[in-house]
């Protein structure tokens, strides 16, 4: 079975922190996301990779930042956090086999 | 931006009912695709349809696709108090995003 692994689920900081998402999946995946979900808005895509080294804005970029040194491990940034990051970030690997994702676990980030 | 919009936001039924949510899109797509997610937990896959399929069975899952009017159709049968959880619809363009809608909140009242 395909395993995507987020590291933390639960994350409290405060104001102006860098924080580190990260995220990792064990089936040489090419295509990786990260989506936040809010309530009443469903899952918004952050931005994504295709491959090492490369990454796509998705719908809501700002303030956030990606990065894709191996295959397998795709990181999400926040570099200055702020209070309207708090969400639930959940990161997802695209198998062409099946053209579905295979999601995460989720980390929910509650900034104060 | 939302491609895909569920419909209804929220529904509740006895358990052995029927589950139907739709799902509007507004652009061309690839396929179609619902998931689901237990409360607080990750999405997990629940069916695939492509754009050149009209009906698709998995178990108690029926899901219709009508490209003319842009919109899907997830049936779930004989429902279950297990089946309580948030379904999403999700569209591919044939590209590398996959967007979500905002889901449907169903309980199932044992």
């Known amino acids: 079975d395909v395993k995507v692994t987020q590291s933390s689920r639960y994350l409290v900081k405060r104001t102006g922190e860098k924080v580190f998402l990260e995220c990792v999946q064990d089936?040489?995946?090419?295509?990786m996301f990260w989506y936040r979900q809010d309530p009443g808005l469903g899952l918004r895509l952050i931005y994504f990779s295709y491959d090492v080294k490369m990454k796509e804005k998705g719908d809501i970029p700002e303030g956030y930042s990606v990065s894709r040194e191996k295959k397998e491990r795709f990181s999400l940034i926040l570099e200055s956090a702020s209070t309207n990051q708090t969400s639930m970030y959940l990161c997802?690997?695209?198998?062409?086999?099946?053209?579905?994702?295979?999601f995460g676990e989720g980390s929910r980030l509650t900034v104060l | 931006s939302q491609q895909g919009e569920e419909d209804p936001q929220a529904l509740s039924i006895q358990e052995g009912e029927n589950a139907t949510m739709n799902c509007s899109y507004k652009t061309s797509i690839n396929n179609l695709q619902w998931y689901r997610q237990n409360s607080g937990r990750g999405l997990v896959h629940l069916i695939l349809?492509?754009?050149?399929?009209r009906e698709k069975h998995s178990g108690r899952l029926r899901v219709t696709l009508d490209t003319s009017k842009k919109s899907s159709s997830l049936l779930i049968t004989a429902s279950r108090a297990a089946d309580t959880a948030s379904y999403f619809c999700?569209?591919?363009?044939?590209?590398?995003?996959?967007?979500f809608g905002a889901g449907t909140r169903l309980f199932v009242k044992a």
């Open positions: 999700a569209t591919e363009d044939g590209g590398f995003k996959t967007i």
């Open positions: 089936m040489d995946h090419e295509n």
């Open positions: 997802a690997s695209w198998g062409p086999r099946t053209g579905e994702l295979f």
């Open positions: 349809i492509r754009s050149n399929e």
